[in-house]
């Protein structure tokens, strides 16, 4: 049973940085493509960041230049690097492989 847990997040100030990290269980890690979606209340679930088994990435626009998706197959862990944090920014955070997702995790933006 392929199982997914966040971890990482937190409230850290505007211009701040966190890392989350998504530990994967019951599959084969690194033939699979990750990949990292976030809701805000009130909205849509988007995607974040995403990245194939042969570690080809994709950010939206809103997080290019300031996020990192990373992933480590020996410990079946992906990662988000998050730099330059804005309020905007802040959601729950979910990892995803296919149909499968995480429960999430909190990051709060503010002063």
């Known amino acids: 049973q392929v199982q997914l847990v966040e971890s990482g997040g937190g409230l850290v100030q505007p211009g701040g940085s966190l890392r989350l990290s998504c530990a994967a269980s019951?599959?084969?890690?690194?033939?699979?493509?990750l990949g990292w979606y976030r809701q805000a209340p009130g909205k849509q679930r988007d995607m974040v960041a995403t990245?194939?088994?042969?570690?080809?990435?994709n950010y939206a626009d809103s997080v290019e230049g300031r996020f990192t998706i990373s992933r480590d197959n020996a410990k079946a862990t992906v990662y988000l690097q998050m730099n330059s944090l804005k309020p905007e920014d802040t959601a729950v955070y979910y990892c995803?492989?296919?149909?499968?997702w995480g429960q999430g995790t909190q990051v709060t933006v503010s002063a």
């Open positions: 995803n492989l296919g149909d499968r």
């Open positions: 990245i194939t088994s042969r570690g080809t990435t």
């Open positions: 019951g599959m084969i890690f690194a033939i699979y493509g």
